[in-house]
């Protein structure tokens, strides 16, 4: 082989695994390389990330609440809650006085969410399950509101998770998830919102609405068919009934 053809391979390849193990972090290779991952980034998911709290609490808190309104004490659901970004913002928020089970995959990703809410003391606000999205270890219909942010992407099959998603929500229940939308280096790993819509109709969502957000993702909010009256929130007594799923 020629030094330059050599070159060439090596190029290839390198853009080749690249691409595998970072662009689209793992998800051509299966779920538990998307876990592997994500245990191995999770001290530095939020510097990465770079959230901003303001917008967040704009974009995302807010409108949750004044949605929910006029419930101040939901019990909602945040599944792949990472560094637990959506939970932080609830109980951060002076309005939410209910409860957020933040639920993961990841051991390490929990582990770092779990740290931040020791450090804000947020403890009443928040436990942290973890567990795998395509199997949720709750009962139908034992949520207010179920979030899944920037996450489909990464399940096995979005239409089975978005289907586990629908069936923890209480009737009339609420859901938040994200859509991406930059699909350049994603194929068939994402969907066009006709075919969100489409899978969360069949789900027995209605309501549904698509709202740009972020550079590579829309907001979409659906609620499930059925009553409006709430759900009493109960929140586990403590963080350790939610731990033992860890
Ligand atoms: C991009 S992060 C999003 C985290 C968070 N929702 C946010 O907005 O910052 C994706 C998360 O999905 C989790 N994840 C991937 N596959 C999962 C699965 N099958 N079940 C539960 N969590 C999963 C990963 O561990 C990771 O924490």
Known sequence: MSPLL?????????????WLLIET???????RAVVWLYDLYARRYDRVKQFDDY??????????????RPQVDPLILDVA????RLPMLMARNGRFEGHVIG??????????AESKLRQ???????????GDAMDLPFPDGAFDAVACLESLEFFPDAEAA???LARVLRPGGLLLTSNRIDTRWMPGRTLSRPRLAQILTACDMLSIEFEAWEEDYDKVWARKAGGTESR???APESNAEWRSHR
């Open 120 to 130: 804000e003391r947020f403890g009443e606000f928040i436990s942290l399950a973890r």
């Open 6 to 18: 050599f070159l060439l391979a090596g190029a290839i390849a390198c853009f080749f695994i690249w």
């Open 81 to 84: 809650t990472g560094a637990g």
């Open 162 to 164: 978005l289907a586990e």
């Open 232 to 234: 009493i929130a109960s």
């Open 55 to 68: 917008s967040d609490q704009l974009l995302l808190a807010q409108p949750l609440l004044d949605r929910l």
């Open 25 to 31: 972090e793992g998800v051509y290779l299966g779920k």
């Open 103 to 112: 639920l993961d995959h990841s051991r390490k990703m929990l582990d770092v």
